[in-house]
């Protein structure tokens, strides 16, 4: 029986969320650290939003996640934006604060790098050339997150060209676009390629890249997690490049929203990790 007095809860929005490991990340933590609290999954349709965020303070939601489709629409939402929500335009973590105004937050950049990070703790984002494949708002964060890190090329490419266009325009820094036809051609010489379309996901058609052009010390990352090992990374791993999946994204850009509810920094341990992966193809 949970003490109501100290009982905290958060949760994830999104529509549909069925497929979220979120609730099971978050469950494995508030057990780990003895924190009297719950973590829960609402799928909020379009045209909900408002009144779904509106109604967290009242009812004593320390904040939530918010994913697919909503996190620009919540960025619009929210009172006020972080640095980093500011600047994405789009947020996937929602604090209530003591007042109850909403403060957004952008954490998927965050997860993005501390995944390169997981695999190779000597990364580092001005080492060349960093490749990015799609336009959309996991593609947002991933190039503001490189432009942090100090990218000095970043190589754009989306299937409809307008849209890396209008990215580009809106990021500034070193990023140049490139059309879809080039994207083979695109991969020489860089340090880093990071796939964030919905190619080669369940259900998808695949991504078709040759990665002939592609240095075999380059990083190759793809923000799925569901397959694990998608094509192209399995491709990636034959040739002796080193590549992470998206999980490790997932599993980082969740640590600060935890934080930010409940006062502890989680740590990502070997038994939630695998604990996760057992869930995902």
Not at 75 to 85: E, Q, S
Not at 119 to 132: F, I, K, Y
Not at 198 to 207: E, W
Not at 240 to 269: E, K, T, Y
Request: aromatic share 6%.
């Amino acid at each position: 029986m949970h003490d109501l007095s100290t009982f905290r809860a958060a949760g994830l929005i999104g529509h549909p969320i069925g497929h979220s490991r979120s609730p099971m990340i978050h469950g494995h933590w508030l057990t780990e650290h003895g924190i009297n609290g719950a973590y829960l999954p609402f799928p909020v349709a379009p045209g909900r939003l408002e009144a779904a965020l509106r109604g967290l303070p009242a009812l004593g939601f320390a904040g939530c996640n918010v994913t697919i489709p909503h996190k620009e629409e919540a960025a619009r939402l929210v009172d006020r934006l972080d640095a980093a929500g500011a600047r994405a335009g789009s947020i996937n973590l929602v604090v209530v604060e003591k007042d109850g105004s909403l403060t957004g937050s952008s954490k998927d950049g965050y997860g993005f790098i501390h995944s390169l990070y997981d695999a190779n703790p000597d990364w580092r984002g001005d080492a060349g050339p960093a490749v990015v494949l799609g336009a959309g708002g996991g593609a947002r964060s991933v190039v503001l997150s490189l432009i942090e890190q100090g990218a000095p090329d970043i190589r754009l490419l989306n299937r409809t060209r307008a849209r890396a266009d209008a990215l580009a325009a809106d990021l500034g820094g070193p990023v140049r676009v490139f059309d879809w036809a080039e994207r083979h051609d695109a991969l020489e010489g860089a340090a880093l390629l990071v796939h964030t379309t919905s190619q080669g996901m369940a259900g998808q058609p695949p991504l078709e890249l040759r990665l002939d052009a592609l240095p075999p010390t380059a990083l190759v990352c793809d923000i799925v997690y569901n397959p694990l090992v998608t094509a192209l990374l399995a491709g990636a791993a034959a040739r002796g490049n080193q590549v992470v999946n998206g999980l490790g994204m997932l599993l980082h850009q969740a640590r600060p929203a935890f934080a930010a509810w409940w006062g502890v920094m989680p740590r990502i341990s070997p038994e939630l990790r695998a604990k996760v992966e057992a869930t995902v193809k």
